[in-house]
RNA sequence: CGGAGCGUAGCUCAGCCUGGCUAGAGCACUUGCUUUGGGAGCAAGACGUCGCAGGUUCGAAUCCUGUCGCUCCGACCA
């Protein structure tokens, strides 16, 4: 490609709506430009790159074993109705209507669309299993889009759904996506971890987050050097020892704090209750119904934890009116010791098992108990790790201190069961003749954010720095003077073309601007390699090489071509560091 | 949806508080000359519905009201 021929649009300043480094660049870069909030245009080098991260989750996912297919983006409402996503999932949805006012919905994600189709289309376990992906733009109507592809209301995502005869034939799906995502993200150059993921009501233990570690990501994870446990921290569990007993069967003991209404006051003078010795009182209302929360006084609750132990789609802070009105108290003096209504469950993090000795809110304004027994004085119906982990933490594995950290999510495997094979009639027939639904995996891979985690981990003062395995195009010729005819053009040229011959990807940078301007410019795309041809070097016969963010060498002109070829063979090897197991 | 901020040239921004002549600068763009190994210099030029609508006023980019859009924090995130 010659850059006059194509368009690439890099700015001196980043605009000012970009907050953070990888969307800067994609706009400096001129990889992107906004249509609308979290609706982006992808300009040449920018679809280079994507079609280019498209292209090795194809061959890895391929490899696997998965088929490509291509699902419509427009799905018709009932389908979803079946599914019972019309109703969960409706505020991430687009809705459009036709000429007959029919509804649509526009795709955020394929589960029924393809379940339905197995549920036509494959009858029998000799059909199992199957995997099924598309890489197609997916909507959702995000409330707040966010850091450019990020988090976008279109984006686009590769998105995958196992069927399988067996529970133990949908567990082999699920690692085979999980090994063909590590490769997948090894061969983007990205510095990528799985770590275990918050399943919902579905539950199970099969569900991993793939992470790339960033101080922008919106993920925070919970890891161990020990052992290699890592956790979202909306999954995270410690091996914290349980509350100490401090006291002995005295009777509950109602006391005046007139004022305090927080924990923390609690703990100072006059009182002087250690936070480790309250117990938190939350109210919730969980799918309209209020429900109590009960948290050690220095835990904080995990809301994803919670959610994940009831039935309910849905949960939500009780407002300070429903709290008065339920309880006869307003937060600070809430507790549930004492006239809880007997309608309202009573969930307990497991950290106050067997705790005595707690105070807690008396339900009545001003007034706190003491001597609190939670097996003694209060009646838990649900026992749960309910707590947010914090850092220093023991591993729940191996106890090493945990630690925290920021990461992107770039890709989701999750074994789903037969939650929608069930709801959509998937079913196929056994050995035995036996009608069975299918167990389902779906896995799912951002490729516009994959895109955008790669730029957040690779950049410098400069621009990006891109994998060789992704960029736009993995070679930068750069001609000094371009004068039609003169040598250094000559040079180029017969450069350019042998590359191109040979497969190579090259850009030929054949504007009339002054040598800063092309090496700013290719600095900031960050090509991987740069040749630079100077009249001063090829008196010398030489030109130059110069790796994106290393150092010079000068070659021959003669062998560039080979040079060139040789310095991208090392580079791919070195950013696909894992080799897939072929014949 | 709650809180905060911002909308002036393709981009970055000044001007607004304290209303006043023809609305500015840098970068980018066009033409010419010079320059030519890390975002050149000089000269000339083109580019604006000051987000939009209404109001106050002799007069509005500037003050007021409404509205739309954008960004950030929070809530939310199959």
Redesign the pocket.
């Known amino acids: 490609m010659k850059w006059t021929n194509t368009l690439v649009?890099?700015?001196?300043?980043?605009?000012?709506?970009?907050?953070?480094v990888s969307?800067k660049l994609l706009?400096?870069a001129g990889l992107i430009r906004?249509l609308?909030?979290?609706?982006y245009t992808f300009l040449p080098m920018g679809l280079r790159v994507l079609r280019k991260v498209e292209e090795i989750i194809r061959e890895e996912l391929d490899d696997a074993g998965a088929v490509e297919v291509l699902m419509p983006a427009l799905q018709p409402r009932e389908l979803w109705e079946q599914s019972g996503?019309a109703e969960?999932?409706r505020?991430?949805l687009f809705r459009v209507k036709d000429g007959a006012s029919r509804e649509w919905f526009l795709s955020?994600?394929a589960?029924e669309v393809i379940t339905s189709i197995a549920a036509n289309e494959i009858n029998s376990y000799r059909q199992l299993p199957k995997n099924f992906y598309q890489i197609s733009t997916?909507f959702?109507d995000?409330?707040?889009?966010?850091?450019?592809l990020m988090?976008a209301k279109e984006f686009i995502?590769k998105?995958a759904y196992s069927f399988d005869a067996s529970d133990e034939g949908a567990m082999a799906s699920y690692h085979k996506m999980y090994d063909a995502y590590q490769r997948i993200f090894a061969r983007c150059g990205l510095k990528s971890f799985p770590v275990e993921a918050?399943t919902?009501?579905?539950g199970g233990n099969y569900s991993h987050e793939f992470m790339v570690p960033a101080e922008?990501g919106?993920?925070e994870v919970a890891f161990c050097e020990g052992c290699g446990y890592a956790a979202n921290l909306e999954k995270a569990t410690s091996n914290l020892p349980a509350t100490a007993s401090d006291e002995t069967g005295a009777e509950v003991e109602e006391f005046a704090t007139p004022g305090v209404v927080t924990i923390e006051a609690l703990t100072k003078a006059p009182h002087q209750i250690r936070a480790n010795r309250q117990i938190k009182t939350l109210v919730y209302i969980a799918d309209s119904k209020p429900v109590l929360i009960l948290i050690r006084g220095d835990d904080q609750l995990n809301?994803?934890k919670f959610?994940a132990r009831t039935n309910a789609t849905?949960?939500?802070?009780a407002t300070s009116e429903e709290i008065f009105s339920l309880l006869g108290a307003r937060a600070g003096s809430l507790g549930a010791v004492r006239s809880v209504p007997p309608h309202v469950a009573i969930h307990a993090d497991l950290r106050l098992k067997g705790a005595r000795g707690m105070v807690t809110g008396a339900n009545k304004d001003g007034f706190h108990l003491r001597h609190v027994s939670m097996e003694r004085d209060v009646h838990v119906g649900h026992w749960n790790d309910l707590r947010t982990v914090r850092a220093g933490e023991p591993c729940p594995k191996c106890g090493h201190s945990l630690k925290l950290r920021r990461a992107i999510e770039v890709g989701?495997v999750?074994k789903l069961g037969t939650k929608y094979s069930e709801k959509l009639n998937a079913q196929f027939l056994d050995e035995t003749g036996n009608r069975k639904p299918a167990v389902m995996g779906?896995y799912?891979i951002?490729v516009t954010r994959t895109l955008q985690a790669i730029i957040e981990q690779g950049n410098d003062a400069?621009?990006i720095i891109w994998p060789v395995t992704v960029a736009p195009y993995q070679v930068c010729l750069t001609p000094?003077?371009v004068t039609p005819g003169g040598e250094v053009m000559q040079w180029a040229t017969r450069i350019y073309e042998e590359l191109r011959s040979s497969g190579v990807d090259v850009i030929l940078d054949d504007r009339?601007?002054?040598?800063?301007?092309?090496?700013?410019?290719?600095?900031?795309v960050g090509f991987p390699l740069?040749v630079?041809?100077?009249?001063?070097?090829?008196a010398k016969g030489?030109?130059?090489l110069?790796p994106r963010g290393g150092a010079?060498q000068f070659v021959k002109a003669a062998e560039a071509v080979e040079s060139i070829k040789a310095w991208l063979k090392k580079a791919v090897e070195a950013t696909s560091p894992i080799h897939r197991g072929k014949e």
């Not at 649009?9 to 953070?20: G, N, S, V």
């Not at 995000?142 to 450019?148: L, N, S, T, W």
């Not at 849905?314 to 802070?317: L, N």
């Not at 009339?512 to 900031?524: I, M, N, T, W, Y």
């Open positions: 649009p890099t700015l001196r300043e980043a605009p000012a709506d970009a907050e953070i969307h706009l400096r906004k609308a909030g979290g609706v996503r969960t999932a505020d991430v955020p994600t589960e997916k959702r995000e409330i707040r889009p966010r850091f450019g988090r995502m998105d918050d919902g009501v579905i922008t919106e993920n809301e994803t959610l849905a949960v939500r802070p989701h999750f779906c799912g951002g400069d621009g000094l003077n009339d601007e002054r040598p800063g301007v092309k090496f700013k410019d290719a600095d900031l740069r630079a041809l100077g009249e001063k070097g090829l030489d030109v130059e110069k010079v």
